[in-house]
């Protein structure tokens, strides 16, 4: 079956421009820093967040690790939104990989501001670990491809300079923030002294992400991606990737923007369905399931049988993104089995005016 698959923006497979790009790429030893298109990649990276130098790793979750672990030491303590996915969806890497913990706080639709965060850091005590780091997440996905407002994260960039913290950038979609708000990549990497970003998101590379930031920042780094076993060897062909997905696939992301709100308005217009985050900004839709009516495993089975791919996240909750292999078209036709499968579930059975 031809799926229209929206579970995620990583199930994106490169395109014959990228994988002819990957076939001619020049490679060496990335650990020895001898291979060149992994090191233009870093160059390019560094360039477009206005970082002096970056380091390519395996994923995302490495790159934020990796951060992690240069920022601190063991016993510390980092500040972080509650639902962020370095909490979430790290499988516990803070604590494991650099014996830290993490003191989450709720913010606003993934939004930390500074009344959030004021009066958090520890005082200096033998009782408590030290605060060192507050990280945030630009887009947001919990939050559904929430774009962290660049004036607030100002706010926040003054008030770690004021306690000496470390200010960290999970910006994994940070390409769809830039697309979104218009405002360039080194503006919102300037704010950072470290920002992560992927590849293998909306820009459609099959793997990879890196991590950016000052020379001696990413030196220090660079040991921990080795201990982390990120360490690499001809993996040019990766980074060939990756810069063609710059090249080639960054600007167009305004089409699965665009996308997504039409998936969004047929959840709107669904009894039964009930977007989770009220305003959906770019490509990440979630929303919840009257479960009186329907189990997501049931409507999740109900998709597949229509050849709709859809993500879920406990008992009513749904997710579904737009990406690079999703057209417009297709997103339509998804849209409209969406309707059509809820109808089926919730003829003659009344709906709750509210979804929960």
């Given at each position: 079956m031809d799926w229209i698959d929206l579970r995620s923006d990583t199930v994106t497979r490169p395109t014959?421009?990228?994988?002819?790009?990957?076939?001619?790429?020049?490679?060496?030893?990335?650990?020895?820093?001898?291979?060149?298109?992994?090191?233009?990649?870093?160059?390019?990276?560094?360039?477009?967040?206005?970082?002096?130098?970056a380091v390519f790793c395996p994923s995302g979750t490495m790159s934020n690790q990796m951060s992690i672990r240069t920022h601190t030491q063991s016993a510390d303590e980092i500040i972080c939104e509650e639902s962020c996915h370095i909490f979430n969806w790290e499988a516990g890497g803070p604590a494991a990989l650099s014996g830290v913990s993490c003191r989450t706080l709720r913010g606003q639709d993934g939004v930390l501001?500074?009344?959030?965060?004021?009066g958090m850091v520890r005082p200096p005590n033998d009782h408590y670990p030290r605060t060192r780091v507050l990280c945030v997440e630009n887009t947001h996905n919990r939050c559904g491809g929430k774009v962290q407002p660049f004036e607030t994260l100002k706010s926040l960039r003054d008030w770690t300079k004021k306690n000496n913290l470390a200010f960290h950038l999970d910006g994994a979609r940070l390409w769809n923030a830039s697309i979104a708000?218009?405002?360039?990549?080194d503006q919102w990497g300037g704010l950072f002294d470290s920002v992560s970003v992927c590849f293998s998101k909306g820009l459609g590379a099959p793997v990879g992400s890196a991590l950016t930031g000052s020379k001696d920042f990413i030196h220090r780094a660079r040991r921990f991606r080795k201990l982390f076993g990120g360490g690499m060897r001809q993996a040019g062909i990766l980074a060939a990737a990756a810069i063609y997905a710059l090249d080639n696939h960054f600007q167009r992301m305004v089409e699965d923007h665009e996308n997504a709100q039409i998936f969004a308005r047929a959840v709107r217009e669904t009894p039964g369905l009930e977007i989770d985050h009220p305003t959906v900004e770019t490509n990440i839709i979630w929303f919840r399931v009257d479960s009186a009516v329907v189990q997501v495993p049931q409507m999740v089975a109900a998709f597949k049988a229509e050849g709709v791919l859809i993500h879920t996240s406990g008992l009513n909750l749904m997710r579904a993104v737009t990406h690079l292999d999703v057209s417009k078209a297709q997103v339509a036709k998804a849209a409209g089995i969406v309707k059509k499968v809820v109808s089926g579930f919730t003829h003659g059975k009344k709906i709750s005016s509210k979804v929960g």
């Open positions: 014959p421009g990228m994988r002819a790009a990957m076939l001619a790429a020049e490679v060496g030893d990335d650990v020895f820093q001898e291979d060149p298109t992994i090191k233009a990649l870093e160059e390019k990276v560094a360039s477009l967040l206005g970082k002096e130098a501001e500074v009344h959030h965060v004021e708000s218009g405002i360039p990549l």
